[in-house]
């Protein structure tokens, strides 16, 4: 089994000239087309002490290396955040539908110049507030990202992969990596909680199918029509005097129920097969851009090792 990856990275961007997802992303994808779309993990290399069967277990590990579907620099806006995630919802509906249901994730990679470490961020908030325009000119204030009984300005999806293990497993590798609950208010919380909104449809549709229910195929528009709708509730919602700060907590939120409705997302996607995740990473200056290649290579790596590990439970 080989786990698919769709990974993307941003360009240029208020303040930041040159995005160092930007530069990831390029690499990752000169490298898989160098060697082809499958990646055979460094992790599984042979030393010379290993035994025949050690040996032959590394070497089938290796045929089950990680696959890399695409590669994708996308421009910092909503529009084409939603543009892209359309454009992928039935890319990704027949790659879960594929034969053994080989597990697909959503990494989405953006540049946080305040931090100082890598961070695997483990929700998104339902809440745009744009400190500056986007690249397309778009700054919402105090916007739901997704509408919904029940859902507001506090309300996050938290992603199904297990990031706290994960987040150990490159600690331990020798990473400065850590869990983050805040993703911001920006492009890169809006794309995370828009993604997690798309794999939970798919995983979904996949449960249906299998039991023989509708298989959810006009998910495909969901992203585009949430955003058409976001974008019609702009004024409204700006008018009635929400926060601005693009990295302010939201006012009567409760951790409680948070950490409630994470659960409750988890349960529902576990051992679906679509997944996504968000991972913040710091400029070259705080950790050098060899360095970040190695990580990156590691997380997809630690990632595939995971998921073979749940399905084989």
Known sequence: MAVHFVVTGFGEFHGVKRNPTQVLVEWLDQKQRARGSTITPQATATHASSTDAEAASAAEEQQEAYRILSCT???????????????????????????????????????????????????????????????????????????????????????ALPVQQLAQELHGAGFDCHVSRDAGRFVCNYIYHKSLQLTHTLSRSQQDAAAGGSSGSSSSSSC???????????????????????????AGSSQAAQQQQQQQQADACEGTPCYSLFVHVPSFEAVPEERQQQFLLALLDSISKQLMRTKAA
Do not use: Y
């Open 73 to 159: 620099v996308l421009e910092v806006s909503a529009t084409a955040v939603c543009k892209f995630l359309e454009e992928q919802a039935a890319l990704l509906q027949a790659a879960c539908s594929a034969a053994g249901k080989q597990p697909v994730v959503l990494l989405h990679l953006g540049v946080d110049n305040q931090r100082n470490c890598l961070n695997l961020e483990l929700q998104a908030f339902n809440n745009a507030t744009f400190r500056c325009p986007d690249e397309a000119g778009w700054q919402p204030r105090g916007l739901v990202i997704e509408q919904g009984q029940g859902l507001g300005l506090s309300s996050v999806r938290s992603t």
């Open 224 to 250: 585009m029509a949430a955003d058409a709708a976001d974008k019609q509730e702009e004024g409204s919602l700006a008018a009635a005097g929400n926060s601005s700060d693009a990295g302010s907590s939201d």
